[in-house]
């Protein structure tokens, strides 16, 4: 088999004026990431300890939708409802029992903006419960999609603390399901948040449900609207989750916003703002300040057909189509410049058979002469052996 290389290259360069720093955001903790590789774009006391509120429920429908993915609970498996749901608040979290005595008197609940009043001993749908958690931040669904996956509110925290551990989320400690435990029990950072709420948009069916207007609950007897002010008011916005938590008298308003313009998607976060608008226009600013300094460039599409068609020896067609065989893209500020090379490493023939999506070859891309990916090139079809070879073993 002989290979052949053969290098494009091409420059990008756009000179944009940047301003010389860009001002705080009205709220104590945010941070701007990029959705595609959780790299932080721009930060604000990022790291400091926020009270989570129903932004808790981020890592139930993280573990949700992880626990469907392996198949152990369907979106589609009627989830029977307790209780203790019902009444829309978690047990006692794990290390807190009892009353709260003088010391924690303070409670950090969430202010819920509809309540469904689910039925106990009712079967619901997993899957709406989870469109339901998204577009209103109830504590019903939130509770019972937790006992569902888990069996009950302190197994169902023990699998969250440590789904947060394996994504580094080192300020995080769970104590309750809805963020509603005594004091200081539950606690989390922006950084946190923005760690599991990236894992979170990398299954599709989130920003489908996130993006709802409304939902039809109930077969029809609740209509819910999506309480997110930002979707339908800021371009490409399509998620993700709002929040409010009390504590004593004062109330922080949070959310992690998704939108995309482009091939860029980005992720804001906004922890304990001071009012509910100032949480909107906080995320509204954050997503603006980074659809107008970053773009992500998609230099390689999945499937795209490459204009190299490929020579197959005693193949049932003379040519097999090369396909990339996924997507590269890069991240980049307006005002960088770069010298990519696009550089195909293929055969000049491949003997039959050959099966559809096998890898014939790769596509290396270089910055400025540095590797910075390699995407690998795949045949678009089945190509069988012809003649007296298609008759072989």
């Keep these: 088999m002989r290979w052949w290389w053969l290098g494009i290259g091409l420059f990008l360069a756009c000179m944009v004026i940047q301003p010389a720093h860009a001002a705080d955001v009205v709220a104590p903790s945010a941070i701007l990431i990029d959705a595609s590789t959780g790299q932080s774009l721009r930060e604000q006391n990022a790291d400091a300890p926020v009270h989570p509120g129903s932004l808790n429920q981020l890592m139930v429908l993280l573990l949700?939708?992880?626990?469907a993915g392996m198949g152990a609970l369907p979106?589609?498996?009627?989830?029977?409802?307790?209780?203790?749901?019902?009444?829309?608040?978690?047990?006692?979290?794990?290390?807190?029992?009892?009353?709260?005595?003088r010391r924690t008197k303070q409670v950090v609940a969430p202010v819920l903006p509809q309540r469904l009043s689910l039925r106990a001993d009712k079967a619901y749908i997993l899957s709406d419960l989870l469109k339901v958690m998204l577009l209103t931040s109830s504590n019903e669904a939130a509770i019972a999609a937790a006992e569902s996956i888990a069996g009950s509110q302190p197994a169902c925290v023990e699998l969250m603390n440590a789904r947060a551990q394996r994504l580094g989320m080192d300020a995080t400690r769970y104590a309750s399901i809805v963020g509603d435990a005594p004091a200081n029990a539950d606690t989390t950072t922006a950084?946190?948040?923005?760690?599991?709420?990236?894992?979170?948009?990398?299954?599709?069916?989130?920003?489908?449900?996130?993006?709802?207007?409304?939902?039809?609950?109930?077969?029809?007897?609740?209509l819910l609207r999506n309480v997110n002010q930002l979707i339908g008011s800021v371009p490409g916005v399509d998620g993700l989750q709002v929040s409010s938590a009390t504590v004593g008298r004062a109330t922080g308003y949070g959310i992690v916003a998704s939108a995309q313009r482009g091939a860029l998607r980005l992720l804001a976060v906004v922890a304990g703002a001071p009012s509910s608008a100032d949480r909107y226009n906080a995320a509204a600013e954050l997503l603006e300040w980074g659809f107008a300094r970053y773009e992500r460039?998609?230099?390689?599409?999945?499937?795209?057909?490459?204009?190299?068609?490929?020579?197959?020896?005693?193949g049932s067609v003379p040519d097999v189509i090369a396909v990339a065989g996924k997507t590269f893209s890069l991240l980049r500020r307006r005002d960088e410049e770069h010298d990519l090379q696009l550089r195909y490493q293929l055969p000049t023939m491949l003997t039959a058979p050959l099966k559809a999506h096998q890898q014939i070859g790769?596509?290396?891309?270089?910055?400025?002469?540095?590797?910075?990916?390699?995407?690998?090139?795949?045949?678009?079809?089945?190509?069988r052996s012809a003649g007296i070879l298609a008759a072989l073993p």
């Design 191 to 222: 950084r946190d948040v923005a760690r599991v709420a990236h894992a979170l948009v990398q299954h599709p069916a989130i920003l489908e449900w996130s993006s709802m207007t409304g939902f039809p609950f109930d077969q029809g007897a609740t």
């Design 297 to 314: 460039l998609e230099i390689v599409r999945k499937d795209e057909v490459l204009n190299f068609p490929i020579h197959v020896r005693h």
């Design 362 to 383: 790769e596509i290396i891309v270089e910055d400025n002469g540095q590797l910075i990916g390699v995407v690998p090139v795949l045949s678009q079809a089945t190509v």
């Design 75 to 101: 979106l589609g498996a009627p989830v029977t409802v307790s209780v203790t749901a019902t009444n829309g608040a978690a047990a006692a979290p794990l290390g807190v029992s009892g009353p709260p005595t």
């Design 64 to 67: 949700s939708l992880e626990e």
